[in-house]
């Protein structure tokens, strides 16, 4: 009865959580963040947010010159790094392979913060395998843009990501298309 009722609870939360999260990383995976983003566009709070959008660089020359390990080293390192520096903001989620989103609830500052630490993370990696670990980001502080709507918040995030992208590669002089 009670007792009964509190362990399916308990045992539907458990198997919603585990759905809402990455196994491979333990971040919140793109269900999680498409489920919050549902949360924060029925509350009307999308003001509150700074949303940062980032790619993994060089995943493909590590899986391919080094092997898959080393590509997955880099994507567990990167998402260490990300929880360290984003956690206590917000939620930070693997949507795709190595694509990445942070959700942070704060000020421009706080998030600012928040970025250098993950940029002192990132630039002092040291993995097995791997010694160089680069994320591109794209930050978008929703109350700067309060005319624009999430989608919109999301497009701006990704295409100051791919920017940083680009310069990336332009600054190391690497070929993003080859390995």
Do not use: P
């Amino acid at each position: 009865t009670a007792i009964k009722l509190c362990k399916r609870n308990f045992t539907y939360n458990r198997r919603y959580e585990a759905s809402i999260k990455d196994e491979f990383t333990g971040l919140y995976n793109r269900r999680g963040f498409e489920a919050d983003c549902e949360i924060i566009k029925n509350n009307n709070n999308l003001i509150e947010y700074v949303l940062i959008m980032m790619d993994l660089n060089g995943l493909k020359a590590a899986n391919d010159n080094i092997g898959h390990e080393a590509g997955d080293e880099l994507i567990i390192g990167a998402s260490k790094c990300m929880d360290n520096a984003f956690s206590g903001l917000g939620r930070t989620y693997r949507v795709g392979g190595d694509e990445f989103v942070a959700l942070l609830r704060g000020t421009r500052e706080e998030a600012q913060d928040a970025v250098k630490t993950f940029d002192y993370l990132t630039e002092n990696f040291q993995g097995n395998l791997i010694s160089e670990l680069s994320v591109s980001k794209g930050v978008v502080v929703c109350s700067e843009h309060i005319e624009l709507n999430f989608e919109e918040i999301k497009a701006m995030a990704d295409k100051l990501m791919y920017a940083d992208k680009d310069e990336y590669y332009r600054r190391t002089g690497k070929d993003r298309r080859r390995v």
